[in-house]
């Protein structure tokens, strides 16, 4: 059984540019969350999804950054117009159902030049 | 009263040793207490979690002890060794609600 995959696992992007991260769950597993990890500090909230529904969107920056998560495909985390302080680790988790163990994917390095 | 704070740090103990790492919440409605452990480059990896039900739960080598009147939990790693060096992250969440709270990490090094 496959764990949580991400991909890309590093991405360079220059400022202005558009960053997309995905993420497909464990098999079986209808619940996504996304978290962000800025250098040198703990992992942080971002956002709950459940197929085609976004459950719980509290900790997104209110601008530029969205995330879907489609009947069919990964979980899709988008950064428009991306900025240095952007460059972190984004780590999606998958869970079997609300309130459950969460299991985290390698993560993906994003750095903006 | 969302946060979890953790501490210490950073932590040094030397082959069998047993480090404590302890975290203190605020929030009365989590009633989820996962510790996941991360190494550099890798995502975090679940190790053990607790409910407020209990006051102790082991895994292993793992151990978490739980103080629902203080509203503290901490993490005990017994024989502890040098393969044990990595981040320890505790974190909470209200079961409804889903999302983890982290606290802030501790990076353990185990000296062989």
């Known amino acids: 059984n496959a764990g949580v995959m991400q991909n890309p696992r590093h991405l360079v992007r220059r400022r202005g540019q558009e960053a997309r991260l995905r993420c497909s769950p464990m098999?079986?597993?209808?619940?996504v969350y996304w978290y962000r990890q800025l250098p040198e500090e703990g992992l942080k909230f971002m956002v709950y999804?459940?197929?085609?529904?976004?459950?719980?969107e509290s900790g997104m920056p209110k601008e530029r950054f969205s995330a879907e998560f489609p009947k069919e495909g990964p979980s899709i985390l988008r950064i428009q117009q991306v900025v240095r302080g952007d460059s972190a680790a984004y780590f999606c988790?998958?869970?079997?159902?609300?309130?459950?163990?969460?299991?985290f994917g390698p993560g993906t390095r994003l750095t903006v030049t | 009263q969302q946060q979890v704070k953790q501490s210490p740090q950073s932590l040094i103990v030397q082959k069998g040793g047993i480090p404590i790492i302890n975290c203190a919440y605020e929030?009365?409605?989590?009633?989820?207490f996962p510790w996941y452990q991360q190494f550099p480059g890798k995502g975090p990896a679940l190790l053990i979690a607790?409910?407020?039900?209990?006051s102790e739960k082991k895994e292993g080598r793992f151990t978490i002890s739980f103080n629902k009147s203080a509203k503290q939990f901490s993490l005990h790693i017994m024989d502890s060794q040098p393969g044990d060096s990595a981040t320890y992250f505790c974190?909470?969440?209200?079961?409804?609600?889903?999302?983890?709270?982290f606290g802030q990490g501790t990076e353990l090094s185990v000296k062989p």
């Open positions: 607790i409910r407020p039900d209990v």
């Open positions: 098999k079986g597993h209808s619940h």
């Open positions: 929030n009365t409605a989590f009633d989820y």
């Open positions: 974190a909470a969440s209200r079961g409804q609600g889903g999302k983890l709270i």
């Open positions: 999804l459940q197929k085609e529904n976004i459950i719980d």
């Open positions: 988790a998958s869970s079997p159902q609300r309130g459950r163990e969460q299991y």
